[in-house]
């Protein structure tokens, strides 16, 4: 009897774990060990929200993973918006198309301006948003937005390894950019594979005098 009840209580556990990388769960690939060099990243911002994320089949959610993200993408979104149902779906084919590449360097976490947690669930239910999110209205949901989001929903940003922000879906005169940090993000990328292979590339023989 002991051992049916502990599978019955791991399940939520493990599922909280599993939606912080969803490259694990919908590949056969097993989650991304943290880096080698045993890097931190966006510790204390990831501490001060890991009490109100949830997962999106409603159990706690385990946000701890996002600390071995070098790239941090937060995103703001209401189920009220029909833009942010179309921004979902786009962000959610970017996010599956990097972890089947093997890039294990980015996290998203889900802040909602829903005045009401069961428009959040919805969101996040309906769309099969794969990471976490925060509950609405919470005093971690509140700074985040007041700290990083545009003046409207959808809105994407990035954050570099030092919690700087690198790009965001408005740019400072509040001129909407869609997908402009996603965009930012892979040439970050590309720019960062030109570095390594220059790096691997030997240097050519000096002829003899």
């Not at 890097?39 to 993973?65: C, E, I, R, T």
């Not at 590449?101 to 069961?118: A, C, E, L, W, Y």
């Amino acid at each position: 009897m002991r051992k049916r009840i502990t599978r019955v209580t791991l399940v939520p556990l493990l599922c909280a774990a599993a939606c912080v990388c969803a490259c694990s769960r919908r590949t056969s690939d097993p989650s991304p060990a943290p880096p080698q060099d045993g890097a931190s990243y966006h510790a204390a911002l990831v501490d001060s929200f890991a009490s109100h994320a949830f997962s999106p089949n409603g159990s706690p959610g385990d946000v701890q993973l996002l600390k071995t993200k070098k790239y941090l993408f937060i995103y703001f979104a209401s189920h009220q918006s029909d833009a942010a149902k179309n921004f979902t779906a786009r962000l959610i084919e970017f996010y599956d198309d990097t972890c089947k590449k093997g890039d294990n360097d980015i996290g998203i976490i889900f802040v909602p301006t829903d005045k009401s947690q069961r428009d959040m669930n919805s969101l996040m239910q309906d769309s099969g948003m794969p990471w976490p999110g925060l509950r609405v209205n919470t005093s971690a949901s509140i700074d985040l937005r007041r700290r990083y989001a545009g003046p409207d929903v959808p809105c994407l940003v990035l954050l570099d390894e030092n919690d700087k922000l690198l790009s965001s879906s408005y740019d400072e005169a509040g001129k909407y950019l869609s997908t402009r940090a996603i965009a930012a993000y892979q040439k970050l990328k590309q720019t960062e594979q030109k570095k390594t292979k220059t790096k691997k590339t030997p240097a050519s023989p000096r002829p003899p005098d």
